[in-house]
């Protein structure tokens, strides 16, 4: 199961130099959303506000980004940003009512929606503070073509050498397929969506380095459901796997993306 409790202040400050893959890959979804200068964004699960400052310098000095994040360990890291338009605080995807209606050209979710276990109160709260024509941004995970990790983390689960462990502990653990997450789209009330599958190679050093990643990614919940005997097994069983994909450039792993923007009219 997934909590918000398992953070600590190193695995938020680890996040804030693992994260730049979220933030090279966030790059993209701004460019999906075409921000403008002088429009008016929300980051939904902002972590350690990189993708939030790059938002607010492309908005500029006219425009304005709030960032938004459950994690107030992160949230303390983002707010060392300090840019004039910028703003962090703490708070949920499935609550936005610090906002009013229509208070945001643009919406923003990037490597969030695969950790929200109900989707339609969240979507709801995004289409209320998006103003007519604004626009919703979201990068996740996909039941369409898992993650390598968790491919493999699958295939030992399901091996029957670990006396067995829940599918939730492997990490984006709520995962929408692209029809799905278009059924979401129409009921929370948004006109249309564009939706673009994209793969991305991650390279490790080691195997120590992607658990770490993992877990700093998981604010502490990557293999959190295990108990010590269970995760020594596992983890060891693990490493052994990916020391088996080892190139001349490290351990590469594959990620897969749903790129999606819905639109507000």
Same mark, same amino acid.
């Given at each position: 199961?997934?909590?918000?409790?398992?953070?600590?202040?190193?695995?938020?400050?680890?996040?804030?130099?693992?994260?730049?893959?979220?933030?090279?890959?966030?790059?993209?979804?701004?460019?999906?959303?075409?921000?403008?200068?002088?429009?008016?964004?929300?980051?939904?699960?902002?972590?350690?506000?990189?993708?939030?400052?790059?938002?607010?310098?492309?908005?500029?000095?006219? +425009?304005?980004? @709030? =960032?938004?994040?459950?994690? *107030?360990? #992160?949230?303390?890291?983002?707010?060392?940003? %300090? !840019?004039?338009?910028?703003?962090?605080?703490?708070?949920?995807?499935?609550?936005?009512?610090?906002?009013?209606?229509?208070?945001?050209?643009?919406?923003?979710?990037?490597?969030?929606?695969?950790?929200?276990?109900?989707?339609?109160?969240?979507?709801?709260?995004?289409?209320?503070?998006?103003?007519?024509?604004?626009?919703?941004?979201?990068?996740?995970?996909?039941?369409?073509?898992?993650?390598?990790?968790?491919?493999?983390?699958?295939?030992?689960?399901?091996?029957?050498?670990?006396? +067995?462990?829940? @599918? =939730?502990?492997?990490?984006? *653990?709520? #995962?929408?397929?692209?029809?799905?997450?278009? %059924? !979401?789209?129409?009921?929370?009330?948004?006109?249309?969506?564009?939706?673009?599958?994209?793969?991305?190679?991650?390279?490790?050093?080691?195997?120590?380095?992607?658990?770490?990643?993992?877990?700093?990614?998981?604010?502490?919940?990557?293999?959190?459901?295990?108990?010590?005997?269970?995760?020594?097994?596992?983890?060891?069983?693990?490493?052994?796997?990916?020391?088996?994909?080892?190139?001349?450039?490290?351990?590469?792993?594959?990620?897969?993306?749903?790129?999606?923007?819905?639109?507000?009219?």
């Amino acid at each position: 199961m997934v909590t918000l409790t398992q953070d600590s202040p190193a695995l938020a400050e680890h996040y804030d130099v693992a994260g730049l893959r979220q933030f090279e890959h966030g790059k993209l979804l701004l460019q999906d959303l075409g921000l403008a200068r002088g429009e008016h964004v929300l980051d939904v699960g902002c972590g350690t506000g990189r993708l939030t400052e790059l938002a607010a310098q492309i908005v500029g000095a006219a +425009g304005s980004v @709030v =960032g938004v994040d459950p994690l *107030p360990l #992160r949230i303390d890291i983002a707010a060392r940003r %300090r !840019l004039a338009n910028l703003v962090f605080r703490t708070g949920q995807a499935e609550d936005l009512s610090a906002f009013p209606a229509g208070r945001f050209d643009a919406v923003v979710l990037n490597s969030v929606f695969h950790w929200l276990p109900e989707k339609s109160q969240p979507l709801a709260e995004a289409f209320r503070v998006l103003h007519k024509g604004g626009r919703l941004g979201i990068s996740t995970a996909t039941t369409d073509a898992p993650h390598q990790i968790n491919q493999i983390l699958e295939s030992l689960r399901t091996s029957g050498r670990f006396g +067995g462990f829940r @599918v =939730g502990t492997i990490g984006t *653990p709520h #995962r929408v397929g692209s029809e799905e997450l278009q %059924r !979401l789209f129409t009921a929370a009330g948004f006109a249309r969506s564009e939706l673009r599958l994209r793969s991305f190679t991650d390279t490790f050093a080691s195997p120590e380095e992607v658990a770490s990643f993992n877990a700093a990614s998981a604010f502490g919940n990557f293999l959190g459901d295990l108990d010590a005997s269970q995760k020594e097994a596992l983890v060891d069983a693990l490493y052994t796997e990916l020391e088996s994909l080892r190139t001349d450039d490290g351990i590469r792993l594959q990620r897969h993306l749903i790129f999606a923007v819905a639109y507000k009219e």
